[in-house]
């Protein structure tokens, strides 16, 4: 930039300098030339009056000083009276003349005067030179050299003084440049610009540290804050934990003797109250379900899995599981999925029952009579995804306008009536709606104050050609274990889990603490163990770790399956840690307990 300026300046004013004196030297030159042909008319008045040619030739000779003129005449009347050559190689030029006009011409190489000789008021004569303009045109190409000359060594020295002035411009802003990379790669937001000059590129550096000052305030702020976020989430999930534990384990006893009293023989008044029984219990664990699904979406902790599945299946499976709540209203259920819709598609095939269950839960919830139907059909399809549409339609007693914004809110229902005269915490949509939003789908509403609701929600699939990976075929193989260690400090939970697994044929024996327990695997072969998590002394992660510690291989082999009331995935994650193969979480049911027993001990 200096050197282009600087150039560019010394060509204009050489250009103007140039220019000006072209100017002046063409004006000093027209009138000497004027004044010579006035000279030349005054000094022959007198051979023109008496028409003395011969006296005026003589006269013209004297022009020969000025090796610049190349012609003069004098013309009377319009004729030429007498003309002066300076050689006889010398062109004349002819360029019309107004006669007796003052007029000086120039040309590329020469210059025509034309002045008129007066006496008495009368004009008697013209006088007329042909004067050379070499040397204009020698000066003129004196000047292109000197303009070029001062250009070349103008842009010569520019370049120099650029070459070593620039360095105090440039090396600041690049070692500006290289701090500002240095902070983006290390995040390390300590680091201050040594630049403290008072000129722009020192204000610069300020202003920079300066922002740098603010950032770090910011950055030390936001660690502060995340501290105290990790803190509080840990704090929520030790209490998620703790809560959980407390209210699965007496409710896993309850849900499970309830289930052992229903198959002795009872008479209808005792079944009429066992049913009630577990349909409390049954609410209460729906409650607590929804509290940890929701904390799990929260903590970003959720994953999907991509299995091949039946959509058809699915649907048809909602409608068999809510069979006995739907004959208990009395309300129609049917489903109708468009043929479009492909056998296979590949997704979460589990989560796609939750949210289904979720909805049609609702609707028969909040349906006093009439219908529910179901609705499937294939909204858009691409290369490798198909997007699939499910309406939950019921004749229900609908959403105000105004509401149907907000249901999809945590702990939020229609208005407080509902929730006590309907039940439920108000996260049953909420948790619904983000299962389907991170799965890349989409929920809406549609409803009308007393006229029903319909809930339409899509997600995209993978089609079945671009299946991730292959779904194996787990199923556990019928058979039976010798003998299982049952660990657990509450004797309700331990009558309960030893009667199940008995009736399953199994050889159970019992502990309840860890003392007891390492004493039986000492004396006694077990195929497998079964250990609650939270006993008093040493918990089952601390026992899990001192069986693998023991120098056996049979104690480092034995599968542990871990009994937790605790559902939350730090929980989960520990139990892996201390060494245990897998979990099951209170309540559970008798056919997904005996399924992971043999999962394990399959041969």
């Known amino acids: 930039m200096i050197v282009i300026v600087s150039t560019i300046n010394v060509l204009i004013s050489s250009l103007i300098y140039f220019n000006y004196d072209k100017k002046v030297f063409y004006e000093d ?149 290289k701090l500002m990379n240095i902070i983006t790669e290390k995040k390390d937001y300590s680091l201050r610009s040594g630049n403290m000059a008072k000129d722009e590129i020192g204000q610069l550096s300020n202003g920079f540290n300066q922002m740098l000052d603010q950032i770090e305030e910011k950055n030390n702020e936001l660690s502060y804050q995340k501290e105290l976020a990790e803190a509080s989430l840990k704090a929520k999930e030790r209490f998620l934990a703790n809560m959980t534990h407390e209210l699965r384990t007496p409710l896993n006893s309850i ?27 049954d609410h209460l664990l729906a409650i607590i379900n929804d509290l940890l699904e929701f904390s799990r979406i929260g903590s970003g902790k959720l994953q999907f899995e991509e299995n091949e599945f039946s959509i058809r299946l699915s649907v048809e499976r909602i409608k068999n599981t809510m069979q006995y709540e739907l004959r208990k209203r009395n309300l129609d259920f049917s489903c109708h999925v468009d043929k479009e819709v492909p056998h296979i598609v590949v997704g979460d095939d589990y989560r796609l029952n939750q949210i289904l269950l979720n909805l049609v839960g609702n609707a028969i919830k909040f349906t006093p009579k009439g219908k529910i139907e ?68 989409e929920i809406r509403v549609e409803s009308e104050k007393g006229k029903g609701s319909t809930f339409i929600f899509s997600i995209p699939y993978l089609k079945k050609e671009f299946s991730l990976k292959t779904k194996e075929n787990n199923a556990p193989k019928l058979g039976h274990l010798e003998k299982i260690l049952l660990i657990d400090d ?16 199994f050889v159970v024996e019992t502990a309840l603490n860890a003392e007891l327990a390492l004493e039986k695997l000492y004396s006694k072969e077990f195929n497998l163990i079964l250990m609650d998590l939270y006993m008093p002394e040493t918990d089952g992660f601390e026992l899990s770790q001192k069986i693998r510690a023991i120098d056996d291989e049979k104690f480092k082999t034995i599968p542990i399956i871990a009994l937790t009331a605790a559902a939350t995935v730090n929980e989960i994650n520990k139990c892996f840690a201390a060494g245990m193969n897998d979990y099951i979480i209170k309540p559970f049911k008798k056919d997904e307990l005996i399924s992971k027993i043999l999962n394990l001990t399959k041969k």
């Open 29 to 177: 030159t027209k009138q000497k030339l004027e004044i010579l042909a006035r000279v030349v008319g005054e000094n022959n008045s007198a051979t023109i009056l008496f028409n003395k040619p011969k006296e005026a030739k003589e006269n013209l000779q004297t022009l020969k000083a000025d090796e610049h003129i190349e012609i003069a005449q004098i013309i009377v009347k319009k004729k030429l009276f007498v003309s002066y050559k300076k050689n006889e190689n010398i062109d004349e030029v002819f360029i019309p003349i107004t006669p007796y006009s003052d007029t000086v011409i120039f040309l590329k190489e020469k210059a025509l005067v034309n002045a008129p000789l007066h006496m008495d008021n009368d004009t008697i004569a013209e006088i007329r030179i042909q004067y050379s303009t070499k040397a204009i045109q020698e000066k003129l190409q004196g000047y292109y050299k000197i303009i070029a000359l001062i250009f070349f060594v103008t842009l010569f020295v520019a370049s120099v003084l650029a070459y070593f002035f620039q360095k105090n411009i440039t090396r600041p802003i690049f070692e500006l440049y």
């Open 490 to 505: 509450n004797e309700m939970n331990l009558l309960f889990t030893k009667s199940i697994l008995e009736k399953s044929n």
């Open 255 to 281: 849900i499970g003797l309830t289930g052992l009293l229903h198959d002795t023989p009872l008479n209808h008044e005792q079944i009429n109250y066992l049913e009630n029984i577990k349909l409390s219990s």
């Open 374 to 441: 179901i609705f499937v059909k294939k909204i858009f399809e691409s290369e490798q995804k198909i997007g699939i549409e499910f309406r939950v339609k019921d004749t229900g007693i609908g959403i105000r306008k105004e509401k149907q914004k907000i249901i999809f809110d945590s702990f939020t229902q229609e208005n407080d009536t509902t929730t006590r005269e309907y039940g439920g915490t108000g996260l049953g949509l909420a948790i619904t709606k983000q299962l389907i939003e991170l799965q890349g789908g």
